[in-house]
Nanobody, 124 residues
Framework: QVQLVESGGGLVQAGDSLRLSCAAS????????MGWFRQAPGKEREFVAA????????NYADSVKGRFTISRDNAKNTVYLQMNSLKPEDTAVYYC?????????????????WGQGTQVTVSS
């Protein structure tokens, strides 16, 4: 089992940048595919990005492609989400998640472990 703790959220203006971090417990972090999801008020949780176990492969939602970058440091048991050129529509609670399977996936039901979330608010 792995426990996930997100940090780095906050209130920023449109066009600003933020970097979210997700720290994982345990010695098996490198065996999980990691993902970021978000949930805006009144909306369902949606996929944002995923990264392979090695970090060499990534996958992004079209809405964030070119603006967000997911990365990981397996030595530090941490996955990051660098968010640039933020827009008001990026406002949401952001969650990191871990998946024990071998293929990056986009459905929240495919992920086994979740963090508690961190709020990102982008003002116009």
């Amino acid at each position: 089992q792995v426990q996930l703790v997100e940090s780095g959220g906050g209130l920023v203006q449109a066009g600003d940048s933020l970097r979210l971090s997700c720290a994982a417990s345990g010695r098996t972090f490198g065996t999980y595919i990691m993902g970021w999801f978000r949930q805006a008020p009144g909306k369902e949780r949606e996929f944002v990005a995923a990264i392979s176990r090695s970090g060499y492969s990534t996958n992004y939602a079209d809405s964030v492609k070119g603006r967000f970058t997911i990365s990981r440091d397996n030595a530090k048991n941490t996955v990051y989400l660098q968010m640039n050129s933020l827009k008001p529509e990026d406002t949401a609670v952001y969650y990191c998640a871990a998946d024990r399977q071998l293929v990056m996936r986009r459905e929240e039901g495919d992920y086994d472990y979740w963090g508690q979330g961190t709020q990102v608010t982008v003002s116009s």
